[in-house]
Structure formats: structure tokens, C-alpha cells
């Protein structure tokens, strides 16, 4: 059985085409499924019968499992999805005033690791499908109650939940098509966002095959403290990174790349840290988004106090550079960045290390 979300508009004209069937009727299929939510063939009443029956006998539309929705007080909306064999993973919807957003995840846990991130801090299970990642914006639009022809309940698109979108490069690119594609979710380029933590090669990747907004998990502004806290910069430090960067712009929506830069306490927000930032703002043309640091338990940091994070804002912006601090939303339901933890169940074996570091050592 093929699941049909699996598939973007490309995979499915050439699906369609092995069964000796015309492009249109791939194109038919998809805004059935993507743009009206449909899931029974049969429905599709300007799908010929012949065919119906044997899109019923070979094909199938399935997404992820809503074990959990939780609304917050400010609006924020969380589901958990069951992805199979004890995983699940997190999406959030965040409503504002003239936008709503999706923070979609791409794998179940994370293997970067990064010192301050709870979804890293449980260990990898496995990269989602193509049909599991594009099945989340399916399901929220279905969830809360999207009309095919209505107002656009999520205008923006964040690959931002748990996992690290180009470590499931080929997934992420196919889920990434299906929303910019007409027939199906029709976003905008620059309505969606890819956020990596720089593997650099993926970056380059990228650019050439499904170009759409970039934000870089920055968070230190050297590479003594990056590859502390950003473990993957031991493989690719900041010069390759920032080149990365500049490489992307010359094929990107936008004429600027995002730094997420999380704020902790005593450990990157001194002035020392501030100047090293404005000098890679003279590096790559960017804007700096500078995010109040979520705890969870046992993260062995603090987030730097408001007047703290205040300041940076303020002498970055003075410094010419546009900086906007995240505002933390739907945390009363752990959906604040970096609080998704979902389910994982890691095979790893990270989090076994981290209980008997001695052990392992041994081993
Ligand atoms: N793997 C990708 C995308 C998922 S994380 C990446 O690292 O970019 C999305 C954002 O949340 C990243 O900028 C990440 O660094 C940030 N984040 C992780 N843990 C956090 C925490 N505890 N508090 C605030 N932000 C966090
Ligand atoms: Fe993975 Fe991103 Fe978390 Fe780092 S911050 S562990 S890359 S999800």
C-alpha cells in the first residue's frame, strides 16, 4: 500500500504515470487529500470510478495519530501525534493577530545533542517519513477545523519542533515541496521556515533543491563555546558556517538569515559575547532572534535575566542589526521552544551513558 502523503507533486505524476494515468489526475488527487483534507477515495467524485477503485486496491492516505491536545491560555495550541512503537513527537500552533504558525517536528528525538535542548537531551529514535512530517499540517489543518476555501488558518510553516530537519534531509524536502505546492498547502517561500543547528553540506543542498526561509541555531559566537554547546560545530565550525550562510542568501527567499541566539545565564550573554555577535552581523546579512532560554528539568542552565536579554536587543539594534526577542508562548502546556519532548525512546543508548558514565567508559 503506498501512503499517498508520502508522495510529493513529482513522486505522484510519476506514480500516477507507471499506472499509465495523465499528470492532471495526480494533481486532482493532491488537492483532494492536501487542500480538502479528503482521505476516502470514493469521495472524489471527479476522479474516474475505474480509477477510484484502484487507488482503493494500491493506496492509502494516512497521518499521524492525535494522542494529545493541549490549548494554552494565550491560545497555543499542542498535539501530541503517535508515531509508532512508542515515539511520539510534538506540534505546536501558535495563533497570532495578522499569522499563524505550525511548528512542525522532523524526527523523533535528536542525535546532535545540544547541551541545552530537551528533545536533544532524550536521545534519536528515528527520522519521520515524508507522510509523517506533511501529515502534521494536514492533521492541524483538519484539527482545527480549516475550510478548504476559507480564511488560511496557518500562514507559516517553522520546522522548529523536535529534531533536526537536515538530518532527515530527503523527508524534510518532500514534506517542504507539498507546502509550497499550489495543489496542495500553497505557502509562500518565505512563510516557511527551515531552522538547523548547521550541517553545513545540507545547507548547500538546500539552496539548490527547495530553497525557502533559513534560521541558524547560533547561540554562541565563538567556537570554543559553540562546540560546547552546539556539539555538531566540532564538525563544522563557524567560518564554514557563516561561508554556508552567505552561499545560501545567493539563492534564498529572503535577503537574510536568521541567528537564533538563546540567552543563558553567565554563559553567552556577557559584552564580550555581544561584540563577537555584531561582528558576524558584518559577516552575513542577517537579523538576530534572541530567545529567552525555556528550562526543563535538570538543564543545568538559567535563562539571563529580562533587563539582560533587554540590553542585547537594544545595542544590537543600535548596532544596526534587526533583533527581536522570541516571546515565549504556550509554555503552561510545555510548548515553549526547546520543552517539546514528545516520547523517544533512544537507541542511542545516550541516555543509558548519561545514568553510568563510569560503566561506559569501561566498555
Ligand atoms: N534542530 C533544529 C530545529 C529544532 S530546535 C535547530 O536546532 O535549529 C528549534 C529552536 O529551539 C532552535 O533554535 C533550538 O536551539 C531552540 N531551543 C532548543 N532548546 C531550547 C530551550 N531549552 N529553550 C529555548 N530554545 C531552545
Ligand atoms: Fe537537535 Fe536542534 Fe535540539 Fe540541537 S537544538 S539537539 S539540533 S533539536
Known sequence: MQNLLDLDADSLIAWFAERGEKPFRARQILRWIHRFGETDFDAMTDVAKSLRAQLKESACVIAPVPVRDNVSSDGTRKWLMDVGNGNAVETVYIPES?????????????????????????GFNRNLSAAEIIGQLWLANRLLGAEPNGERLISNVVMMGMGEPLANFDAVVAALRLMLDDHAYGLSRRRVTVSTSGIVPA?????????????????????????????????????????????YLERAPRDFITFEYIMLEGVNDSDQHLRQLIDIAREVPCKYNLIPFNPFPQSGFRRSAA??????????????????????????????????????????????KRVLPVKEVRE
Open 98 to 122: 495578522t499569522r499563524g504558525t505550525l511548528c512542525i517536528s522532523s524526527q523523533a528525538g535528536c542525535a546532535l545533542d545540544c547541551a541545552f535542548c530537551s528533545t536533544g537531551k532524550q
Open 307 to 352: 533587563p539582560v536579554v533587554r540590553r542585547f536587543s537594544q545595542l544590537l539594534n543600535e548596532a544596526g542589526i534587526v533583533t527581536t526577542t522570541r516571546k515565549t508562548r504556550g509554555d503552561d502546556v510545555d510548548a515553549a521552544c526547546g520543552q517539546l519532548a514528545g516520547q523517544v525512546l533512544d537507541r542511542t543508548r545516550r541516555t543509558q
Open 203 to 247: 545547507i548547500d543542498r538546500l539552496r539548490e533543491e527547495c530553497p525557502v526561509a533559513l534560521a541558524v541555531s547560533l547561540h554562541a559566537p565563538n567556537d570554543a563555546l559553540r562546540d560546547t554547546l552546539v556539539p555538531i560545530n566540532r564538525k563544522y565550525p563557524l567560518k564554514q558556517l557563516l561561508a554556508a550562510c552567505n552561499r
